[in-house]
């Protein structure tokens, strides 16, 4: 009976299995029948791995309230940047374009810091005005993140062709030191700078922390590890019809990476928007920019191991649009991060940063 009343709480995992078999019996059938339906496969595929991602989230978060923070925002990060990938490096073995993995990091920060983040902020202050958190994450994570990203996407336009492979090594090694320090600090002795000392009057239970007590850690490990494995068996068929299915029509190279980033973020959109509703901004600042930090800094060293691998460069320089838009998020959030409280004003300029980017990404720039 414990074993069925299990299955009934993860039957979304059970779904995805379900599907991913169906898929796996079927991928030559829907591949003969166009590009139309290919393309409706994908986009089913991707429903369902959105699916299967929240509820690893879920197992995540319940491992996050039982450690608590800064321990509680890294499980939720990496658990979504192991799906991120995941998915990635299933999608580069394939037909996939060069410039993926730079255009899905571009889209992960503007979708983590400008739209998470942005939202959060613009609701949360709607509702309560202006919302306290701990000033030196912000900081922190800022100063990481631009580090981060102009090793790994703006120095390489200026690395030779026949030079990729030494500065791709250097990346690897930089990016490791960059998050070994930074695991360091967020679990050490700087642990306080990712935390926030609420009244307790402002503690309010959440809902993964009602259930917690139903859901012991090792099942909660387990579930994540299996969670993760449905999900790359998914996103190995996702690829495959959205490949045909887009193919030859025009559509934007970017549109891929956005949905590979929107994957991997979707359960990060719920938690943070949720936080920041119950006045708790702490949390959703850890999620967001660590989210974004994670992203860069976990992203690049794996896939430009793969790159090393297979002798064949990725092209991670970012382009003059992308610069300039990375450039005026960070020192946006470098000020909107500056004082520890957040505001309606100080989202909704993150949010139309947000706007902006969906909307030169519409216009293929």
């Not at 998915?87 to 571009?106: C, F, H, K, N, Q």
């Not at 992308?322 to 500056?338: G, P």
């Amino acid at each position: 009976m414990q074993i069925v009343s299990r299955l009934k709480d993860e039957m979304f995992l059970v779904l995805a299995m379900a599907v991913a078999v169906v898929a796996y019996f079927s991928e030559h059938t829907v591949l003969e029948m166009g590009r139309g339906m290919s393309l409706i496969a994908a986009v089913a595929l991707v429903a369902t791995i959105v699916v299967a991602s929240v509820r690893v989230a879920h197992h995540a978060e319940i491992l996050a309230i039982k450690v608590g923070d800064p321990y509680g925002t890294m499980i939720l990060t990496l658990s979504a940047v192991a799906v991120e990938v995941i998915i990635l490096a299933i999608m580069m073995s394939g037909e996939s374009s060069p410039t993926l993995v730079r255009d899905t990091i571009y889209a992960a920060l503007m979708l983590d810091i400008n739209g998470i983040l942005g939202l959060a902020a613009l609701l949360g202050g709607l509702k309560h005005g202006e919302q306290p958190y701990n000033d030196n994450s912000g900081k922190t994570y800022g100063v990481m993140i631009l580090t981060a990203m102009g090793i790994s996407m703006i120095v390489p336009e200026f690395v030779p062709d026949d030079k990729w492979h030494y500065y791709s090594a250097f990346t690897i090694v930089a990016m490791i030191a960059l998050y070994g320090l930074f695991l360091r600090m967020q679990v050490g002795q700087h642990s306080y700078f990712f935390s926030y000392a609420y009244p307790r009057g402002e503690r309010k239970k959440t809902d993964a922390e009602e259930h917690s007590a139903e859901d012991s850690t090792m099942v909660s490990i387990a579930t994540i590890l299996i969670g993760v494995v449905i999900i790359g068996l998914l996103a190995e068929f996702m690829s495959t019809f959205m490949t045909e299915g887009l193919r030859d029509t025009g559509a934007p190279v970017a549109l891929t990476a956005i949905v590979v980033a929107a994957i991997s973020a979707a359960p990060e959109i719920l938690t943070a928007l949720r936080a920041a509703l119950r006045n708790r901004m702490q949390a959703t600042v850890n999620i967001a920019m660590g989210a974004s930090l994670s992203t860069v800094i976990l992203t690049v060293p794996v896939m430009e191991a793969i790159a090393l691998y297979t002798g064949q460069p990725f092209i991670m320089a970012m382009t003059p649009v992308q610069t300039v838009m990375v450039a005026i998020t960070l020192i946006a959030a470098a000020i909107n991060l500056n004082d520890g409280e957040t505001n309606a004003i100080e989202g909704m300029t993150h949010f139309i940063l947000f706007a902006t980017f969906l909307m030169l990404t519409a216009l293929g720039l």
